[in-house]
Protein backbone atom coordinates (compact mmCIF):
# COMPACT_ATOMS: atom_id res chain seq x y z
CA UNK A 1 0.00 0.00 0.00
CA UNK A 2 1.51 3.58 -0.92
CA UNK A 3 -0.13 6.86 0.30
CA UNK A 4 0.49 10.06 -1.32
CA UNK A 5 -0.14 13.28 0.29
CA UNK A 6 0.10 16.33 -1.60
CA UNK A 7 0.98 19.90 -0.13
CA UNK A 8 2.04 23.46 -1.41
CA UNK A 9 -1.06 24.47 -2.70
CA UNK A 10 -2.77 28.12 -1.77
CA UNK A 11 -4.05 31.03 -3.37
CA UNK A 12 -1.17 33.28 -5.85
CA UNK A 13 -1.93 36.17 -8.15
CA UNK A 14 -1.53 35.52 -11.61
CA UNK A 15 2.13 35.46 -13.50
CA UNK A 16 2.88 33.84 -9.97
CA UNK A 17 4.53 30.55 -8.98
CA UNK A 18 4.19 27.58 -6.70
CA UNK A 19 5.71 24.33 -5.78
CA UNK A 20 3.64 21.36 -4.95
CA UNK A 21 5.19 18.47 -3.04
CA UNK A 22 3.80 14.92 -3.16
CA UNK A 23 5.21 12.83 0.04
CA UNK A 24 4.51 9.07 -0.56
CA UNK A 25 4.92 5.89 2.14
CA UNK A 26 5.91 2.54 1.36
CA UNK A 27 9.62 1.34 0.36
CA UNK A 28 9.36 0.55 -3.45
CA UNK A 29 8.98 4.67 -4.29
CA UNK A 30 11.09 4.32 -6.78
CA UNK A 31 9.36 1.41 -8.51
CA UNK A 32 6.39 3.78 -9.29
CA UNK A 33 5.83 5.74 -12.26
CA UNK A 34 3.98 9.12 -10.79
CA UNK A 35 1.64 12.05 -11.93
CA UNK A 36 -0.15 14.84 -11.32
CA UNK A 37 -3.61 15.65 -12.39
CA UNK A 38 -6.02 18.41 -11.74
CA UNK A 39 -9.69 19.33 -11.22
CA UNK A 40 -10.89 22.34 -11.70
CA UNK A 41 -14.35 23.59 -10.18
CA UNK A 42 -17.22 21.94 -12.41
CA UNK A 43 -14.67 20.24 -14.83
CA UNK A 44 -13.46 17.08 -15.72
CA UNK A 45 -10.57 15.80 -13.75
CA UNK A 46 -7.35 16.35 -16.65
CA UNK A 47 -3.97 14.83 -16.40
CA UNK A 48 -0.89 17.51 -16.20
CA UNK A 49 2.45 16.01 -16.15
CA UNK A 50 4.14 12.45 -15.10
CA UNK A 51 7.68 11.39 -14.67
CA UNK A 52 9.23 8.19 -15.19
CA UNK A 53 10.45 5.79 -12.06
CA UNK A 54 14.01 7.52 -11.97
CA UNK A 55 13.27 10.86 -12.98
CA UNK A 56 14.74 11.18 -16.67
CA UNK A 57 12.15 10.83 -18.29
CA UNK A 58 8.89 13.93 -17.90
CA UNK A 59 5.61 13.76 -19.78
CA UNK A 60 3.78 16.84 -19.74
CA UNK A 61 0.11 18.03 -21.18
CA UNK A 62 0.21 21.00 -23.64
CA UNK A 63 -1.43 23.29 -20.84
CA UNK A 64 2.12 22.56 -18.68
CA UNK A 65 4.84 22.71 -21.47
CA UNK A 66 6.66 25.34 -20.68
CA UNK A 67 5.55 26.92 -17.49
CA UNK A 68 5.13 23.26 -15.35
CA UNK A 69 8.24 20.98 -14.30
CA UNK A 70 7.99 17.70 -12.65
CA UNK A 71 11.14 16.32 -10.83
CA UNK A 72 11.07 13.45 -8.34
CA UNK A 73 13.71 12.47 -5.38
CA UNK A 74 13.81 9.01 -4.99
CA UNK A 75 15.67 8.88 -1.69
CA UNK A 76 13.14 10.77 0.08
CA UNK A 77 10.47 9.06 -1.96
CA UNK A 78 9.16 12.83 -3.44
CA UNK A 79 7.73 14.77 -6.45
CA UNK A 80 7.39 18.24 -7.10
CA UNK A 81 5.58 19.86 -9.96
CA UNK A 82 7.09 23.61 -10.17
CA UNK A 83 4.73 26.02 -11.54
CA UNK A 84 5.30 29.10 -12.98
CA UNK A 85 3.37 31.71 -15.54
CA UNK A 86 0.25 30.75 -13.75
CA UNK A 87 -2.89 31.13 -14.77
CA UNK A 88 -6.76 31.71 -13.68
CA UNK A 89 -7.39 28.26 -16.00
CA UNK A 90 -4.60 26.22 -13.64
CA UNK A 91 -7.25 26.80 -10.83
CA UNK A 92 -8.11 23.36 -9.13
CA UNK A 93 -7.26 20.57 -6.85
CA UNK A 94 -4.34 18.97 -7.74
CA UNK A 95 -3.83 14.76 -7.29
CA UNK A 96 -0.66 12.98 -7.65
CA UNK A 97 -0.68 9.54 -8.53
CA UNK A 98 1.45 6.77 -8.69
CA UNK A 99 1.28 3.84 -11.21
CA UNK A 100 3.61 0.19 -10.88
CA UNK A 101 6.23 0.06 -13.81
CA UNK A 102 5.93 2.81 -16.95
CA UNK A 103 4.13 5.20 -17.84
CA UNK A 104 1.73 5.40 -20.81
CA UNK A 105 -0.88 7.62 -23.15
CA UNK A 106 -3.31 5.43 -21.32
CA UNK A 107 -2.65 6.71 -17.87
CA UNK A 108 -3.21 10.23 -19.41
CA UNK A 109 -6.56 9.27 -18.76
CA UNK A 110 -6.14 7.94 -15.06
CA UNK A 111 -6.95 4.65 -16.33
CA UNK A 112 -4.23 2.03 -14.48
CA UNK A 113 -3.17 5.02 -11.96
CA UNK A 114 -3.12 2.64 -8.71
CA UNK A 115 -2.47 5.22 -5.75
CA UNK A 116 -4.02 8.72 -5.42
CA UNK A 117 -3.58 10.93 -2.91
CA UNK A 118 -6.41 13.44 -1.84
CA UNK A 119 -5.12 16.31 -3.59
CA UNK A 120 -4.23 20.49 -2.71
CA UNK A 121 -5.86 22.94 -3.76
CA UNK A 122 -4.50 25.95 -6.34
CA UNK A 123 -6.43 29.29 -6.52
CA UNK A 124 -5.50 31.32 -9.01
CA UNK A 125 -6.80 34.62 -8.98
CA UNK A 126 -6.93 37.27 -12.00
Known amino acids: QVQLVESGGGLVQAGGSLTLSCATS????????MGWFRQAPGKEREYVAAINWSGAITYYADSAKGRFTISRDNAKSTVLLQMNDLKPDDTGVYYC???????????????????WGKGTLVTVSS
Open 26 to 33: GRTFSTYA
Open 97 to 115: SAKRGGWASAQETGYGIDY
